[in-house]
């Protein structure tokens, strides 16, 4: 029999912004749903955010930025996933990211932007739905 | 009749009203609600009476304006002799794109200035870190060493503005350069007027901008106030902020009670350091939000002010008035802007305007609607500082002082601010402190508690959210947000590699020794630390000599 593996998902907190009340409530509505969640804390470089991903073999990854900065950082983030390897894991992103740069975020791999006002069972029932599955 | 014998009519007429007329309108329109409640969960009743307030004692509790407790104004005239100082945060780009921000608001009718700096300044960095990448001028204004700070005021007379600094970490650096271009402009620093934020208290568990551990911090924060109550009397060296709390996830009950707590805190050290409390007591200011339920806020305001001359009455003897006087600046909460129908946050941010003012503010930022989106525009700004103009001259609420006092309401929640105030007084004594509270995760579990319990109610639609959670559209109101060049980065990087090739470097470096001599010895940073931006010594310079002694404070992390 195999042991149902709880969705491993990391919360992170790219770039040098330290509004984490949305990241929080995040954090914790997943964790509530069922899954096991990583918070990384702020100011986190991409480097540290993809090995703790990396180490903690998460299914998933939400980025949290308010500070305009997702144009540098995210391109560095989802290219280290791919240096790492770490292509199937499900990346999505929630913040203050205007509506204009979103194709552009979503053309570097990142699955859905979140924007404020989402209701927290809207993401996890998008978590669930698109998680990648494990073999 | 007695008082008493008055209420014991009123308590009687109350039930009879309870008991006749009531029930036939609940009976034919039932409430809509099983209960009322307000933000920091206090049930609402339907209707105050003077029941509610029978102990109230009017000399006691309120006074007269001017006068202590100073529940209804720190001035005699309130409003009447002076408007508030209508100060918008504002700072984004280069120092030269500011400067002309600044520059508009001044015309616009603006009457004090309020610098937002952006990342990589906050937290110790100069704009070539690689901690900068991405984030140079875009949350704010980059400003690295002096130089940015003499562009900055380029054209604006120090002895004609007060400037406010939401600076916290490197508060010294900032302020010496604050002082530096006042030396330039010939304005001695006796006569300059601004508030640095230098409240790293909340830091800790609210807005959470930190560079060095709790004890090294607060003896930073106490030497900026021993320096200025010396010799920049004009100066408020601190400003006791609520904000960033209740922006975080606190309510209204604990944006009051940890915000007065860490001034509690910050007067136990400058006592400690041998100041005397009415020296730097009256130089003190704070800083708290506007939220949305009005009567809930004005409420706060009041008790705020009452705990305070309270306490420093009680607690630390003062016997200057001024000691106990809470000056206060107020921000509308950014939190509540919605990016949806965007338009609609103006109304928002009148009501909450209309509480600060209501409530005898000194100081109050408005926000811009389209802050849910991005920095504000030209347009969003100017709408903001017309609506505090419509509050000030148009809506006549002005006129006289504290016109809610005596509401059984207004006056029942103040006095139960002030009770649930006091629990978290008594609470966080027992912990030993505000130190050993950040230590132990107690602020951070509780505001992360009511930040999830507010997010529940949004979701359950327990809250209604207009635009979000409810009358919601489909359609989408365009609206052009404002971007900060990308090129900024690189301009700003070049000048100042520019600065740092052709300042003296002897100079900077015998700076920087002494300043790490001086930290060593613990001894009051100020004067070194000014003779080291005005040798034109970075940010990042600064702090990186400091972080080699103090260390960096490492996050606890409580979701």
């Known amino acids: ?135 | 009749m007695s008082d008493k014998e008055k209420i014991n009519e009123i308590a009687k007429e109350r039930e009879r009203w309870e008991k006749t007329t009531l029930p036939k309108w609940i009976g034919q329109s039932p409430e809509r609600k099983s209960e009322f409640r307000n933000h920091s969960g206090t049930l609402i009743k339907r209707v105050y009476t003077p029941e509610d307030i029978k102990d109230l004692d009017y000399m006691r509790d309120l006074g007269f304006p001017g006068e202590y407790p100073f529940t209804r104004g720190v001035h005699a005239t309130m409003h009447r002799g002076r408007l508030w100082t209508m100060r918008q945060f504002s700072g984004y780009g280069t120092a030269e794109q500011t400067n002309q921000r600044f520059k508009y608001l001044l015309k616009e009718g603006e009457t004090g200035l309020s610098i937002a700096f952006d990342y990589p300044s906050i937290r110790g960095y100069d704009s070539d870190h690689p901690f900068s990448k991405g984030e140079v001028g875009i949350c704010g204004v980059a400003v690295s060493s002096l130089k940015d700070m003499e562009v900055l005021f380029n054209g604006i007379p120090l002895d004609k503005v007060t400037t406010s600094m939401t600076i916290n970490g490197p508060a010294a650096m900032l302020l010496a350069m604050y002082i530096a271009v006042g030396n330039k402009q010939g304005v001695p620093m006796e006569k300059l007027g601004g508030t640095t934020q230098n409240d790293v208290l909340k830091e800790f568990f609210a807005q959470k901008l930190i560079i060095f551990p709790p004890k090294p911090s607060l003896k930073l924060v106490t030497d900026i106030v021993e320096y200025c109550t010396k010799h920049v009397p004009r100066w408020n060296p601190i400003s006791i902020s609520g904000y960033h709390i209740r922006e975080a996830g606190g309510n209204a009950v604990q944006e009051l009670a940890f915000t007065l707590y860490d001034g509690i805190t910050y007067v136990e050290s400058c006592l400690e350091r041998g100041m005397k409390v009415d020296e730097f007591a009256p130089r003190l200011s704070f800083f708290f939000a506007a939220h949305n339920d009005l009567f809930e806020e004005i409420a706060k305001f009041r008790a705020a002010r009452r705990i305070w001359a309270k306490t420093m009455k009680e607690r630390f003897h003062a016997k200057n008035p001024r000691s106990m006087w809470m000056r206060m600046h107020v921000q509308t909460a950014g939190f509540t802007l919605t990016a949806q129908q965007p338009l609609n946050n103006i109304t928002r941010v009148t009501i909450q305007a209309l509480s600060a003012v209501l409530a005898g503010t000194q100081s109050l930022h408005t926000n811009s609607f389209d802050e849910a989106l991005a920095l504000p525009s030209e347009e969003a700004v100017r709408i903001a500082l017309r609506t505090q103009q419509i509050i000030a001259h148009e809506s006549g609420v002005v006129n006289t002082i504290d016109p809610l006092a005596g509401s059984y309401y207004v006056e029942n929640l103040t006095n139960e601010m002030e009770e649930r105030t006091m629990e978290y007084f008594r609470k966080l004594d027992d912990m030993g402190g505000a130190i050993p509270a950040i230590e132990k995760g107690f602020f951070q579990k509780e505001i992360a508690d009511s930040a999830y319990e507010y997010q529940k109610e949004v979701d359950e639609k327990r809250r209604i959210l207009v635009g979000v959670n409810d009358y919601t559209t489909e359609e989408k109101q365009p609206i052009k947000v404002l971007r900060v060049d990308p090129k900024v980065e690189e301009e700003q990087v070049t000048s100042l590699h520019k600065l740092k090739s052709e300042r003296d470097n002897k100079k900077v470096n015998e700076m920087l020794e002494k300043l790490h001599y001086a930290t060593e010895k613990d001894e009051n940073l100020m004067p070194i630390i000014i003779d080291a931006v005005k040798a034109y010594a970075t940010i990042g310079e600064i702090c990186d000599v400091l972080r080699k002694i103090y260390g960096e404070y490492k996050e606890l992390i409580v979701i």
């Open chain 1, 1 to 135: 029999m195999q042991n149902q593996r709880k969705i491993r998902v990391l919360i992170a907190k790219p770039g040098l912004d330290s509004h984490d009340r949305g990241a929080k409530i995040i954090a914790r509505a997943l964790r509530d749903a069922g899954m096991e969640v990583i918070y990384t804390g702020l100011k986190q470089t991409p480097e540290q955010i993809v090995e703790t991903a990396l180490q903690e073999d998460v299914d998933v990854i939400g980025l949290s930025i308010l500070s305009g900065a997702h144009k540098t950082l995210f391109p560095m983030i989802m290219e280290l996933l791919k240096q790492k390897g770490l292509t199937d894991v499900l990346v999505v992103a929630g913040g203050i990211i205007p509506e204009e740069d979103v194709p552009e975020m979503k053309k570097l791999g990142i699955k859905e932007i979140f924007g404020p006002g989402t209701r927290t069972d809207k993401i996890v029932q998008f978590v669930f739905e698109n998680v990648p599955k494990r073999t």
